[in-house]
């Protein structure tokens, strides 16, 4: 659903289903930006956000949760995670 509504602004959108698929595209590609669920049952997205920016540091990431969360500063610097969308 948010991969239509990026796309219906004109956006380029790369969708995948799992967390293998996620870094093999990313490492073909070429991304302005990378959201991934916080909760995913393969890994975390703290932990996809980890891999993301081992392989490109400057890759911007963002988390996306429904999750009623509090978001460790300490652990966005520490990964690299650039922001997390909360519906909170």
Known sequence: ?????????GHRVTLAETRAKTLAK???GDFDLVLTD???SEMSG???AKRIKEIDP??????ITGWAVATP???MT???VDFVLSQF
């Not at 659903?1 to 602004?9: A, T, Y």
């Not at 400057?58 to 988390?63: F, N, R």
């Open 78 to 80: 520490e990964i690299g």
């Open 38 to 40: 916080l909760g995913m």
């Open 73 to 75: 500063k300490e652990k």
């Open 26 to 28: 990313f490492k073909q």
């Open 46 to 48: 703290w932990e996809l």
């Open 1 to 9: 659903m948010l991969g239509r509504s990026f796309q219906g602004e």
């Open 58 to 63: 400057s890759a911007p990431v963002g988390l």
